[in-house]
């Protein structure tokens, strides 16, 4: 009889446990739905200054230094997601020139304008991945061969893989738009059968 007792005294006592869980995430969804997930935070958290952004150290006197985020991107133009700055349009736009080389100021970025489309499964559209606005940031050393191997069908790139910090993700939702941006990616719309289409 004993064990049966403990048994259900333990069950019940989880039972506690668990409910005291769900309050306590309900006041906290209550009170800010997005708490629990750092990638949904609400707009008004995005880009605080160095010394509320929970990376500088509050303390130090450097990190007062450092101008603040929305203060330096308030004159980019602005994008739908991320830190809200559509860098690529920034670069065309000629309102910033990053440097290609953290030595050399003079030492121009080889920016290779084409195209790669992917085919995926499915009914999402075509990825189209443009080297120019990869290029314009980043040498091909970043990418190639470490990231991706420069060659057709050398390269197995899923959501999953992107989702867990692989290949594109490596960027992308870190120093990158996030991957949540589907159609920024995703943009060519796949050819029409001409079987289905009734031609």
């Not at 080889?110 to 606005?133: A, C, F, T, W």
Request: include cysteine; charge should be neutral; hydrophobic fraction near 40%.
């Amino acid at each position: 009889m004993k064990p049966y007792f403990a048994r259900m005294l333990a069950v019940a006592g989880a039972l506690v446990a668990g409910f005291l869980v769900v309050v306590m995430h309900s006041a906290m969804a209550d009170e800010n739905p997005n708490a629990f997930n750092r990638l949904m935070r609400p707009a008004s958290e995005r880009n605080a200054p160095p010394e509320a952004d929970g990376i500088h150290d509050p303390t130090a006197d450097g990190t007062l230094m450092l101008q603040p985020p929305r203060e330096a991107f308030s004159n980019l133009p602005k994008s739908r997601s991320g830190n809200y700055v559509d860098w690529n349009r920034a670069i065309d736009d000629m309102l910033i020139a990053p440097r290609s080389d953290i030595r050399n100021a003079d030492m121009n970025a080889v920016v290779l304008d084409l195209n790669i489309v992917r085919e995926v499964k499915g009914s999402m559209p075509d990825v189209v991945y443009p080297h120019k606005q990869h290029t314009q940031w980043l040498d091909c050393s970043n990418c190639h061969p470490a990231i991706f191997i420069p060659m057709k069908g050398a390269n197995q790139i899923s959501m999953a893989s992107i989702l867990m910090g692989e290949k594109c993700g490596v960027c992308h939702g870190k120093v990158a738009f996030p991957v949540s941006e589907c159609r920024r990616c995703h943009s060519k719309a796949k050819p029409v059968d001409q079987n289905q289409s009734g031609s």
